[in-house]
C-alpha cells in the first residue's frame, strides 16, 4: 500500500523558500512551481508537493556568494 502525497500550502511553501505567499502564487501562474488547483469556494487554493519545492529550487536557486551579489527570479521582486 502507497502512502498518500502530502500537499503544502502556499504559508508553508513560503516559509521554505524565504519569500511571501503572493510570490509564490506567482510562480505558479508563471509556470514555474507546480501545484494542484482545488477550488474552494470559488476561489482557486494552491497546494504543492515536496518534490515539486525541491525541483523548483533545484532549477532555479543559485549559490549565495559573500559579495552580496543577488539573482531574483523577477525584477525587482524581494520577497
Keep these: 500500500m502507497s502512502t498518500p ?17 503572493e510570490w509564490v502564487r506567482r510562480q505558479v501562474q508563471a509556470g514555474r512551481l507546480r501545484a ?7 476561489r482557486p487554493t494552491y497546494r504543492f508537493t515536496q518534490p515539486a519545492v525541491d525541483e523548483f529550487l533545484a532549477r532555479f536557486s543559485v549559490e549565495a556568494r559573500g559579495d552580496g551579489t543577488r539573482i531574483d ?3 525587482g521582486d524581494d520577497g
Design 36 to 42: 494542484r488547483v482545488f477550488t474552494i469556494g470559488g
Design 5 to 21: 502525497e502530502r500537499y503544502l500550502g502556499s504559508e508553508e511553501v513560503s516559509r521554505q523558500l524565504g519569500m511571501s505567499p
Design 73 to 75: 527570479l523577477e525584477a
